[in-house]
């Protein structure tokens, strides 16, 4: 059996985990919202429509903001169509995903669903057919008292008190030649620059983010964020990344060392936002969003040839991919990867929350169920908060075709102080057992909470026919000897074990 050692020291730290790295997305893109989180006339929906059972998997799986309109449906929505008595509320031609928006569900519907679910919302602004005075007033109408035409309106719609609204994103992957309204970076740039600057005339207090490069293997990556950023670094807070993995086929080995690009990408980024801040002479530290993130099993020319066959539906069902336990390896190990750059990451969509790309299932007028993404997300959002510490790993690696050493066991470690807790997250990326050996320098451990292990005999299982296929499971094989503990890990396996210390 192989074997990997692991040190932890409580004096290297990385960096501060913000509790929105656990956050998710959800847009007007086929079932996401309409009988995904909105469903009136479905047997659990409240008074409002919202639909109780969806809204108790996103309190259980730990969800603490969620970014909305979209997406590519927000770079041609109009906010105001979706304010107002619903019954005067337009139907429009939906151009990004080809369907018809009723317009039913929108900016107040919304906020009432996150405050029942005790979400932060994160809303995005149409910078692709709109601009400066569409984002200005949709600001205005959520986040002003009262007084103005905009804060009134708000007002005469039954919502009294002011949002208070205090992350927004400028536009969503303008440098993609899909996005209705796509730029070049420096006609974004511009744009963004007088948007924000126009924005925090309202309230400075608002937090922006500025779009970043819409996946690691786009032409204009990483110049999209140098040319950008010269224009808004001075006015945004964060620079979005999104990021989406596929390529199953390519095999095991391949498509689980994606993470390494992950890993590539966000360090990249990084350096671009440091150089501009040299090169401005800047004392302000600019942070990530990657408020788009997840893994796409169903290869894009799909979904367009879903999308053409029959246009113009009311929230067709789309793209409602499966996730295997495969799939849900490399998921877990991306949240991972933001974790250990915690102190850069502040913000993090996982994409969708229902139905596409999902982590929660629904079926109109029937249940709702999870597939194993769920899983670690939800174990993370609850165990990994506090400080990212910094772990030296010795693990046997791989060579496949996109990097020539792959460690087979990926880590990260968090200290949480409140509870005096140690939480290590681990992947075996490996078809076989690996046997841990675990060193902590600096505390004194007590006692083993649990070790938590997912994963399946067959790795293309799936939660869809029997929806408790996957789950995590107890372990009871941690050896613990003064400082020092020592297990063995699932082959293809996503493990958690929380030390008290």
């Not at 519907?109 to 602004?125: Q, S």
């Not at 007084?147 to 002011?162: A, F, N, Q």
């Not at 309202?202 to 293997?217: Q, T």
Request: proline fraction near 4%.
């Amino acid at each position: 059996m192989k074997k990997a050692n692991i040190i932890i020291n409580k004096d290297f730290k990385s960096g501060e985990i913000d509790k929105r790295i656990y956050s998710s997305f959800v847009e007007h893109m086929g079932r996401v919202i309409y009988s995904g989180i909105y469903e009136p006339g479905h047997p659990k929906a409240d008074e409002d429509g919202f639909r109780q059972d969806v809204m108790e998997k996103v309190k259980a799986m730990g969800v603490t903001g969620i970014r909305y309109p979209g997406g590519n449906f927000v770079s041609c929505y109009d906010w105001r169509d979706g304010v107002g008595p619903v019954q005067q509320r337009p139907k429009r031609l939906e151009l990004a995903w080809r369907s018809v928006e009723t317009n039913e569900f929108g900016t107040n519907e919304f906020m009432k669903w996150a405050g029942k679910v005790n979400v932060e919302p994160i809303f995005a602004l149409n910078l692709g057919t709109k601009g400066i005075e569409n984002a200005v007033s949709f600001v205005e109408y959520c986040n002003i008292a009262e007084g103005t035409w905009y804060s009134d309106l708000r007002k005469e719609h039954g919502v009294k008190d002011p949002y208070g609204i205090k992350t927004w994103c400028l536009g969503n992957e303008m440098d993609g030649d899909w996005q209705i309204g796509h730029k070049t970076a420096d006609e974004y740039g511009r744009l963004a620059e007088e948007t924000a600057k126009a924005i925090k005339l309202i309230d400075p207090d608002i937090e922006l983010i500025a779009c970043g490069s819409s996946k690691s293997d786009m032409d204009t990556y990483p110049e999209w964020e140098a040319i950008t950023l010269k224009h808004t670094y001075d006015y945004v807070d964060y620079i979005a990344l999104h990021q989406y993995y596929g390529g199953q086929e390519k095999g095991t080995g391949s498509f689980l060392s994606q993470a390494l690009d992950m890993e590539k990408y966000i360090r990249t980024v990084i350096s671009v936002c440091d150089y501009v801040k040299a090169e401005k002479r800047s004392s302000k530290e600019l942070y990530i969003s990657l408020d788009e993130w997840g893994i796409w099993a169903t290869p894009d020319n799909e979904v367009s040839e879903e999308i053409n066959r029959a246009p113009w539906r009311v929230a067709p069902g789309l793209n409602e991919q499966i996730y295997t336990m495969e799939d849900t390896l490399l998921f877990a190990d991306m949240l991972m990867v933001m974790l250990k750059y915690a102190d850069r990451i502040k913000i993090a969509c996982q994409s969708l929350l229902t139905n596409i790309s999902a982590a929660i299932m629904t079926e109109k007028n029937g249940d709702v169920w999870v597939q194993p993404i769920y899983y670690p997300f939800s174990y993370m959002s609850k165990h990994g908060r506090g400080v990212v510490l910094q772990s030296i790993v010795d693990s046997p690696a791989y060579q496949c075709e996109l990097f020539t050493k792959v460690p087979y066991i990926d880590t990260v470690a968090v200290y949480n102080e409140d509870v005096k807790e140690l939480i290590y997250f681990q992947m075996n990326r490996m078809e076989e057992s690996i046997e841990i050996t675990c060193e902590i320098q600096g505390f004194k451990p007590e006692h083993i909470i649990e070790h938590v292990a997912l994963w399946s005999e067959d790795k293309k299982m799936t939660n869809y026919v029997n929806h408790n296929a996957i789950q995590p499971v107890q372990m009871e094989d941690v050896v613990l000897c003064e400082r020092i503990f020592s297990y063995e890990i699932k082959p293809l396996s996503w493990n958690m074990i929380r030390v008290k210390v």
